[in-house]
């Protein structure tokens, strides 16, 4: 027991020291590292042309996914780092835009279209059966 | 002089496109019939005027000339032949000269090869070819010259994007502009049929070649440019929501829509005016797509040819032109006779929900891709990408799933439920083992990832059932298309759905010699080396894949140095196995001289891009089909 837990102390060590180790490796836990990647796709890196920190070469991108492998590591919920992220940048981090009185339209979009839709397309129907 | 006599071409090609919708106007307000006669070859020339423009900028590009401001912006004489070329649609006036030659030639095309539309409609479907011409045409000759010259011309050009020096880039945009452009000859066909209020079966049957050959092109377009992203952005990832992406996406899901509710008006003649409402649409998203694309309204990975002044006339031309169309509809809708009536469970019924739901999908589609504009309005910036999409779209797609599977099982005019549901047993236990696998064996990545593995699945079943107990040799090809199209479907959803359940991902520092794991595979880190090629130089790095027992194959990837713009590229190196794909990437080193690794092993991800092909084959099929059987019924009339 104690025999991997020396290993895996200094690593957490090296981690906090250097802060771009996670800018490009994962986390041991595979579970959190999946937790970062799943939060990392959803984060738009801020200098690129329209690409998330997940898949950019841009150095932003990597200091932004090693502060989200670190604070994921540390335990944090992906919610949080999102709205921690959202607090210092704004909302054009989070390619998920946060329900709001703005954004209200964008998400009731798809069941407004849908409902008007099945009016358009039933009423058609009754109209061709009458 | 070649230049000059692009230019020259150019503008000739304006006038023709002034003359043909003149023309045209005078024919269909009582001219004679020299004036009718007269529209045909008068498209042709412009066609032929606009090809030759083209081909002017294609030498000057070949030839390096640098007193072009063009070439000196966007090639240099050092790149390979096929990026000299490639570079004539890598900027934005060559990309709009293009577009504008393709919608010249489909004019050209109409005017030469569509006999079963009747004297009136083609005249007026020419005229409003005339008139979109002329528009692009004013575009580029005022606010895009691409035969502009500099007083002073450089020793060298500053060359070109090097991600954009792929091969992938010389087909790609050519293919996607001949799907775009193509569908200006839906619209105008639907215009025709507006102005000569001649909205019925005979106007579906003409039409719907000309939808499909756009929309083949459409497909493969999307399918190229998906796998050009996925191997030069070296992330692995195919799709991203971009609004690029996007654009290209919203006229495809308006042109399937249409593909399918023109089978209705061309067998039942039912929904007249949406299959018409759908045509305008459809080419209404291409020029939005342009608009998007060229006015660098939104930024995007694609953002590599804008210019926002430009914006405000590509805006003004497409108010004109979807607004003309829609005020047209508004008119005229009002004396197109409703179509047939039909049944709700029916195979009409079942295109109606495959319209109403790929239509759904092209509204979030639009409103996600327009909404950060709008809130920006409001002060507010803010970002909409996958997540959004994702959540969105993904559910009401994968009910079209559904619809898909069952759709082409039902009959014309009306059917049974009980009917169905015994044409359905085999597809719906095909899903149901489906699900058992899946439940059992695949990891839970997402609801959408898990729900799409199943329903492939059935829907690979259900896409065949249409040919059980059917005489193979005396099915139809339009048939064998359908069948083939919708298979492909159930492929690329595979893919799609493996690639996001089943990923490995492996990200390292490491030093030449040590070993890595990635899914089944043990990867070594052999060494680097210097790689040279004709217009860059490359640090490439050597890896040993070994998977079990089986041969070791080795993958390169390469840290790309372009000198001319100086740029840093990674190549990723890709092994296609026959159950997925190896992906490798080269990234920087660190001051301990240790590398970053990307490695991905991608199982299945091949098949999105095979199913988008087999989607594409689909389409070329029931094409061929269609003109088949026309000529057989032409022969069969003069016989």
């Known amino acids: ?130 | 002089m070649i230049a000059e006599a692009g230019l020259a071409a150019l503008w000739l090609a304006a006038a023709v496109a002034l003359l043909q919708l003149v023309l045209a106007g005078v024919a269909l307000r009582g001219g004679q019939a020299e004036v009718l006669a007269a529209v045909r070859p008068v498209a042709v020339t412009g066609g032929v005027l606009a090809l030759l423009a083209f081909l002017c900028l294609v030498a000057v590009f070949v030839r390096s000339d640098m007193s072009v401001l063009l070439v000196v912006e966007n090639s240099h004489s050092a790149k390979p032949l096929l990026y000299r070329i490639s570079g004539v649609w890598g900027n934005h006036e060559g990309s709009m000269l293009l577009w504008v030659t393709v919608l010249g030639l489909a004019g050209a095309a109409i005017a030469r090869i569509e006999h079963r539309l009747d004297e009136r409609p083609l005249v007026a479907t020419l005229g409003a070819q005339g008139a979109i011409a002329l528009g692009f045409f004013a575009f580029l000759l005022f606010a895009s010259n691409p035969f502009a010259r500099v007083a002073q011309p450089p020793a060298n050009g500053l060359g070109l994007n090097p991600l954009l020096q792929d091969p992938g880039l010389a087909f790609h945009p050519p293919t996607l502009y001949l799907g775009y452009v193509g569908l200006s000859v839906a619209f105008s066909f639907a215009v025709g049929a507006l102005v000569t209020r001649d909205v019925g079966p005979a106007f579906a049957r003409a039409m719907r070649p000309w939808v499909l050959g756009a929309w083949i092109f459409l497909t493969l377009g999307i399918t190229a440019g998906s796998y050009w992203a996925y191997y030069e952005l070296g992330w692995g990832g195919w799709w991203f929501w971009d609004p690029v992406e996007n654009a290209s996406l919203m006229p495809w899901l308006a042109a399937t829509a249409l593909l399918h509710s023109v089978t209705v008006l061309a067998t039942r003649d039912g929904l007249r005016a949406w299959t018409v409402m759908l045509a305008v649409v459809a080419f209404s998203m291409s020029m939005i797509g342009t608009f998007l694309v060229r006015s660098g309204i939104l930024t995007s990975v694609h953002a590599f040819a804008v210019d926002p002044s430009r914006g405000t006339f590509i805006l003004a031309l497409l108010a004109l032109y979807i607004g003309g169309a829609l005020a047209l509809f508004a008119l005229r809708i009002g004396t197109v006779k409703t179509g047939t009536t039909f049944e709700l469970l029916s195979r009409e019924g079942g295109l109606v929900l495959n319209n109403l739901l790929l239509s759904v999908i092209l509204g979030v589609v639009l409103i996600g891709t327009l909404y950060p504009i709008v809130a920006s309005a409001f002060g507010v910036q803010l970002s909409v990408g996958p997540p959004f999409f994702d959540k969105a779209a993904g559910p009401i797609a994968l009910a079209l799933v559904v619809a898909l599977a069952a759709g082409p099982l039902v009959r014309w005019r009306r059917d049974r439920w009980d009917a169905l549901a015994g044409r359905l047993l085999v597809p719906v236990a095909a899903t149901g083992l489906a699900l058992g696998a899946v439940v059992l064996f695949a990891p839970f990545k997402s609801v959408l990832s898990s729900a799409g593995l199943v329903l492939a699945a059935g829907l690979a079943v259900a896409s065949v059932a249409p040919l059980w107990g059917r005489n193979l040799a005396r099915t139809p090809l339009f048939t064998w298309g359908m069948v083939i199209a919708h298979l492909g479907v159930a492929v690329s959803l595979f893919g799609m759905a493996a690639d996001a359940a089943f990923t490995r991902e492996t990200l390292i520092a490491a030093r030449p010699g040590e070993q890595v794991g990635v899914g089944p595979f043990r990867v070594t880190f052999d060494g680097l080396k210097p790689a040279m090629g004709p217009n860059w130089s490359a640090l490439e790095g050597r890896f040993t894949v070994q998977r079990g027992d089986a041969a070791p194959f080795v993958l390169r990837p390469q840290q790309r140095f372009f000198a001319q713009p100086p740029t840093t590229t990674s190549e990723a190196s890709i092994a296609t196995l026959w159950d997925g794909q190896l992906y490798a990437v080269l990234g920087n080193a660190d001051a301990g001289g240790r590398w970053q690794v990307r490695l991905w092993w991608k199982p299945f991800v091949t098949c999105i891009w095979a199913g988008g092909a087999l989607i594409a084959l689909g389409g070329a099929l029931s094409l061929l089909g269609r003109i088949r059987r026309a000529r057989l019924r032409h022969e069969e009339a003069w016989a």
Not at chain 1, 18 to 34: C, H, V
Not at chain 1, 59 to 66: Q, Y
Request: one cysteine or more; charged letters at 20%; aromatic letters at 6%.
């Open chain 1, 1 to 130: 027991m104690r025999a991997w837990l020396l290993p895996l102390a200094a690593l957490t060590l090296v981690a906090a020291t250097s802060p771009a180790r996670y800018a490009n490796t994962q986390l041991a836990d595979p579970a959190k590292e999946a937790e970062a990647q799943a939060l990392m796709v959803t984060l738009r890196c801020l200098v690129c042309q329209g690409q998330s920190i997940a898949d950019s070469d841009a150095d932003m991108a990597a200091d932004m996914r090693a502060l989200v492998r670190q604070r994921i590591a540390r335990g944090e919920r992906a919610g949080d780092v999102r709205d921690w992220l959202i607090a210092r940048y704004g909302e054009y981090v989070s390619y998920d835009p946060p329900l709001t009185a703005l954004t209200a339209p964008l998400w009731l979009a798809p069941i407004a279209l849908l409902v008007v839709g099945l009016i358009v397309a039933r009423a058609s129907f009754r109209r061709r059966r009458s």
